[in-house]
Nanobody, 114 residues
């Protein structure tokens, strides 16, 4: 069974940066279209950014120009670079296949202090 493990979250000041990592077990990563999602306090889980197996990317309007998604198929890893962080970016961040059909991991908490 494919397992997702997110890491890299933390507490940062507004304007700061973080780099999130997603490790995917198994051998199917390279054929997956992947995505980062986030769930803020009292909110639903939303799509933040996606990357196809060919490397094409898409971003939610709220993070466009500030976040960058990337992947390393050789290491079965995906990343999300978070720059110019705002308090409204505070959330638990999750990775999953685009369409979120894999079992969810535990997520990684990002807290942005104003």
């Amino acid at each position: 069974q494919v397992q997702l493990v997110e890491s890299g979250g933390g507490l940062v000041q507004a304007g700061g940066s973080l780099r999130l990592s997603c490790s995917v077990s198994g051998s199917i990563f390279s054929v997956l279209n992947m995505a980062w999602y986030r769930q803020g306090p009292g909110k639903e889980r939303d799509l933040v950014a996606s990357i196809t197996r060919g490397g094409s990317t898409n971003y939610a309007d709220s993070v466009k120009g500030r976040f960058t998604i990337s992947r390393d198929d050789a290491k079965n890893e995906m990343f999300l670079q978070l720059n110019s962080l705002k308090p409204e970016d505070t959330a638990v961040y999750y990775c999953n296949a685009l369409g979120s059909w894999l079992p969810w991991g535990q997520g990684t908490q990002v807290t942005v202090d104003s």
